[in-house]
């Protein structure tokens, strides 16, 4: 069975600075998906990227890129210029591409940014 | 376009009381599902739904049962409440299987059983 780790549970940043969330998965599959999901106190979950695993380009929206390192099974989210809104937690996920029912959520990464 | 509506927000049960957890999605998804997310925890999958009338079992079916009968609710049922299901309870939804936009969630419900 997949599964992901978070293995930094809090995480601070200056505003405007940047910051590195890490995750790592276990996998025995060569197709897969992998996402950032961020989770603000409203508890709504907001998908922030997405990376398809026969990609070897990083995914980038606007100031959050990913470093996506398959052999090493890495995939971590770096968040530039860092803003207060960013605070929230941060959610790792794995999806198979044959198994389309089961997304796998790490334990999540809490950010905090400081003014 | 109000995406996914979960209702109640919060919820107090005592120990043996059962309750429905609503969920409608206005999106038009095929896919629905239910999780449930613990302190320190990812989010572990309860139910799922690939369309009106058919549902399955996900990672913690224990203690639940869900319906589809149209393709906008996916109601969560909980019989005999216990304290294990104290947590926060999340519906989700996604065309097909998520991959291109994700699953979109509701803001959860928090549930106490005491």
């Known amino acids: 069975a997949q599964t992901v780790t978070q293995s930094q549970p809090e995480m601070s940043v200056q505003e405007a600075e940047t910051v590195t969330l890490s995750c790592t998965y276990d996998t025995s599959e060569s197709d897969y998906y992998l996402f950032w999901y961020k989770q603000p106190p409203s508890r709504q979950m907001i998908l922030v990227i997405r990376?398809?695993?026969?990609?070897?380009q990083n995914a980038t929206e606007n100031r959050f890129s990913v470093n996506f390192q398959k052999a090493a099974k890495s995939f971590s989210l770096k968040i530039s210029d860092s803003q207060l809104g960013d605070a929230a937690m941060y959610f790792c996920?794995?999806?198979?591409?044959?198994?389309?029912?089961?997304?796998?959520f790490g334990a999540g990464t809490i950010l905090r940014v400081k003014s | 376009n109000a995406g996914v509506t979960q209702t109640p927000k919060f919820r107090i049960l005592k120990i043996g009381q059962s309750m429905t957890l609503q969920c409608t999605q206005d999106m038009n998804h095929n896919y629905m599902y239910w999780y449930r997310q613990d302190p320190g925890m990812g989010l572990k999958l309860i139910y799922y739904?690939?369309?009106?009338?058919?549902?399955d079992k996900g990672e913690v079916p224990n203690g639940y049962n869900v319906s589809r009968s149209t393709t906008e609710d996916f109601p969560l049922r909980l019989e005999l409440a216990a304290p294990s299901q104290t947590s926060v309870y999340f519906c989700?939804?996604?065309?097909?299987?998520?991959?291109?936009?994700?699953?979109?969630f509701g803001s959860g419900t928090r549930l106490t059983v005491v």
């Open positions: 989700a939804s996604s065309y097909g299987g998520g991959l291109i936009y994700g699953y979109t």
């Open positions: 990376q398809e695993a026969y990609k070897q």
């Open positions: 739904s690939v369309g009106a009338g058919i549902t």
């Open positions: 996920a794995y999806r198979s591409a044959m198994v389309r029912n089961k997304l796998v």
